[in-house]
């Protein structure tokens, strides 16, 4: 297993539109298994593959937090089918380092896709795991949290990001 280098923005490949994945093979399981691994040292609670260069419809969630644990998930070719409720949250991302947000989404939501042993799953999620299920999905999507924050939002993430940058 290794650690991946974690894609920050504006890398441009955070803005690609992630393939679906073939057949789940040996290559996928080691990009999993490397993704974990990356997300667990970052330490994080979602990985989607377009944060560590690689265009495939591939991520994976962890979530351990205030007594919520859902072990290792992870998913390929993950596909929402119903989105119920609205719920917001605060979002972090591990490519937008030191920015977090509200973001109103879906409480609820119905997703699937292939576990690494090639299988047909469904998850039905609630609460935070189905906000890290559509911010995990949105990034196989080009898509990230900060574009969908409300415009004074949006605004103080770029003054931020400008004055972060004159820093360097
Ligand atoms: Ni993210």
């Not at 998930?73 to 920015?99: H, K, M, Q, W, Y």
Request: proline share 4%; glycine share 8%; with cysteine.
């Amino acid at each position: 297993m290794a650690i991946l280098k974690i894609k920050t923005y504006p890398d441009s490949v955070l803005r690609g539109h992630a393939r679906p994945v073939d057949e789940v093979n040996r290559d996928i399981r080691k990009l999993i298994d490397n993704m974990a691994e990356t997300m667990y040292d970052a330490p994080g609670i979602g990985l989607a593959a377009n944060q560590v260069g690689e265009l495939k419809r591939v991520i994976v969630i962890d979530i351990q937090k205030e007594g919520e644990s859902t072990g290792l998930i992870a998913l390929i070719n993950p596909e929402i089918l119903e989105l119920r409720g609205n719920i917001s949250t605060e979002e972090g991302c591990l490519s937008v380092p030191d920015f977090y947000s509200e973001v109103k989404r879906a409480e609820e939501v119905r997703v699937r896709a292939l576990n690494p042993d090639g299988k047909e799953i469904e998850i039905d999620a609630k609460g935070l795991l189905a906000v890290v299920l559509q911010h995990e999905i949105d990034h196989l999507n080009g898509k990230l949290f900060i574009d969908r924050l409300n415009p004074i939002k949006r605004e103080i993430f770029k003054r931020n990001w400008k004055k972060k940058k004159k820093k360097g």
